[in-house]
């Protein structure tokens, strides 16, 4: 994430440790490294357009685009024991949804998943201007439905975070443990989307003051109320809290009017 956020490369020490993962590993261990070498690229790219100061909507999606195609292609090769079970179907990711998982690092490893391709669109998003050419109007939809499905999946795995009961009796496994640091930047990132509801914000921003008052963690109170300024996103160059954002619209445009 902090690489993410100051948009710098993965440090070269950080990169070389995927080459010394030997091919005999288990498929879950090969399935985790080949998505850090994908995040890896995504954060050699992102430091390209900083470095270079690129603004055009059409060249960033460009470059994020086939990073995009790289992770939906790392999801369709994942093992089943990566699956997970959804609960309750729902329109509404804050309901009594809540996805089961078979394990916490399964669980985190789809948070990550998702927290990247949030920031993928979220750039593209950001970029795309108020005047749209066909091919840009075609962009802008694609990146907010992502930005939605993301958005989803990741308010439906909190449950399976913070524990309790469901109307089945189903039970989160890490109630009251650190495994809910791990929830908190995939929160704060699907609340700070244009895209998402607010009704969704207030829940998100909600769950994140929970987090942070439960395990003392002042982080997750302040994202808490960043997430509850209804105009704020995380493309802002304040809601980073370190690092910049490249392009920062100055006239966003408001998705979460549902």
Same mark, same amino acid.
């Given at each position: ?95 009594? =949804? ?12 789809? =948070? ?21 050419? #066909?091919? #840009? ?110 392009? =920062? ?10």
């Amino acid at each position: 994430m902090t690489v993410h956020q100051l948009q710098e490369p993965m440090p070269c020490n950080l990169e070389k440790w995927s080459l010394w993962l030997p091919s005999s590993h288990s498929i879950d261990a090969l399935s985790a490294n080949y998505f850090a070498e994908v995040n890896a690229r995504l954060a050699s790219v992102r430091h390209r357009i900083k470095k270079e100061q690129i603004y055009a909507s059409c060249e960033i999606a460009a470059l994020l685009l086939p990073i995009d195609r790289e992770l939906e292609q790392w999801v369709s090769s994942l093992p089943v024991s990566w699956m997970y079970q959804l609960h309750h179907p729902s329109s509404d990711p804050t309901s009594c =949804n809540n996805d089961v998982y078979p394990d916490i690092w399964v669980a985190s490893m789809w =948070n990550n998943y998702r927290s990247v391709r949030i920031m993928i669109h979220q750039h593209i998003l950001s970029a795309t201007p108020c005047c749209l050419s #066909e091919a #840009e109007e075609s962009a802008r939809k694609n990146a907010v439905y992502v930005l939605r499905d993301m958005t989803a999946g990741v308010c439906r795995s909190a449950q399976y975070y913070l524990g309790g009961l469901d109307e089945d009796g189903v039970k989160g496994v890490c109630s009251g443990t650190p495994a809910c640091f791990q929830l908190i930047w995939p929160l704060f990132l699907s609340g700070m989307l244009s895209t998402t509801p607010m009704a969704t914000k207030t829940w998100v921003s909600r769950k994140l003051r929970e987090i942070g008052q439960a395990m003392g963690l002042q982080l997750a109170i302040n994202m808490s109320e960043k997430v509850s300024m209804s105009n704020a996103s995380f493309s802002d160059r304040e809601a980073w809290i370190i690092g910049e954002w490249y392009p =920062n619209s100055n006239l966003p445009v408001q998705y979460n009017k549902s």
